[in-house]
């Protein structure tokens, strides 16, 4: 028998979103279990943050762009390391954790101390029950894709505890297993770095040199565009492009049909993903005017992933596009294929930054990306180069795919494993 197993023995536990657990543990209203922190932050406190991830950490510890700086910290507040914290507005969606340094937070994050009981062990319950769409269903919106989780919210859960020597062999049973996997997880995410990397010298110097080692450059472009070909002319986007932004979404105004959109979430890095289709209203003349068309580039204005962008390969009928969404559609004589790669290129090397908006969200507007500069070939080199850089990258494309799929099954096995330990499905006490 393995030392790992499955309870055999449950009980009722009277939870709505976890039916049974082992008949020894017990059922604790939360605030029996945490108590909220209060304390202004000290002279010198760095800020930390809580991420999706669930790691609470110094923010200068991770990223730093993209964050928006308060220009006043009102209502900051003080964490200490090992204190629980929820964050109000991204807890739904699994910013719970325990504090891992000493600094001060926001006043969405909520603080707790948790009393006689592991505060990890807490912190993974919560995430197992947000992740799993609980929270959603008892808590208020208060944005599109957000959900308040609040301190009423908290107050009002019950959770299953184990006895706190068990807490402690749950906690020691997933540090061991699950290290495993995140090295699994750490070596892929590095294979795909390197592998990105190569993909991207690829492209970068089939958009700025072309296929020919011996035709005479010229250095008339701007210097972080560096040199091209002399034949090549360089000029703004919005010279060769229309340069269209979406429309705002705001069903309360809105007038017309409801139509499916792409949003900026529809554009990943792998492309575009339309296996999540939202609806909005728009007249007969915004479907015409927002129309999405084969040949056509899509690009990501603002948020988490601005600067995303792809080339459709075939109409989107009855489709338009939100604000979010810019859409450039050739003129004559350019093939949206290179101005694809050409933006790729611009996003990595980072170019877009210098153009962004960080005192509140990150973007490029669509005036940002209209004078953004362009080589711009013939139309018959452009047309060699994207079959070019289609297969060169090819091979490389696929060894990515692969790697991917391998992390989000790792990472679809670790979430499992926790979520079974955590609520008693599987019995770690006798674990060695």
Partial sequence: MT??????????????????????WRVVPSWAI??????????????????????????????TDGFTEAIQEHGYQGVRRGELVIHSMD??????GVSDSDGKMSPVAHIYSVRDGEPRYFALLLRVMALGG?????????????T???????????????????????????????????????????????????RAAVIGRAVTRGLSEVAPLSSDGPEWIGQVPAAWLVRPIKAEYTVVVGKMLNESRSEGDLVPYVRAANIQPHGLDLSDIKEMKATVPERTSLALRAGDVVFVEGGGGYGRSDFLTEDLAGWVFQN???????????????????????????HYEALSAFATI????????????????PLEEQRRLVEYIDGATKRTDDAINVARRGVEFAKERRAALISA??????DVRGAA
């Fill in 148 to 198: 308040a989780f609040d301190r009423a919210t908290f107050k009002s859960l019950s959770l299953p505890v184990p006895p706190l020597e068990e807490q402690r062999s749950i906690l020691a049973y997933l540090d061991r297993e699950t290290a495993q996997i995140d090295a699994f997880i750490a070596k892929n995410e590095e294979l795909i770095a390197l592998l990105t990397e190569r």
């Fill in 324 to 350: 979010h969404v810019i859409r450039l559609r050739p003129r004559r004589g350019h093939d949206g294929r290179f101005l694809n790669y050409w933006l790729q290129h611009v996003r990595m090397i980072g």
């Fill in 362 to 377: 990150p973007n490029v507007s669509g005036d940002k990306l209209g004078r953004i500069e362009m080589p711009v070939p």
């Fill in 3 to 24: 030392t790992v197993q499955a309870y055999r023995r449950l009980r009722s536990s009277g939870l709505q979103w976890i039916p049974e657990i082992p008949e020894h």
């Fill in 421 to 426: 330990a955590v609520t008693g499905k599987i």
């Fill in 34 to 63: 945490a108590r909220q922190v209060r304390r202004s932050p000290t002279t010198g406190d760095g800020i930390v943050t809580a991420f999706r991830d669930g790691q609470v950490t110094l923010r200068a510890k991770r990223r």
């Fill in 91 to 96: 807890g739904f969606a699994g910013a719970i």
């Fill in 134 to 146: 609980f929270v959603e269903s008892l808590a208020k919106g208060i944005r599109e894709r957000s």
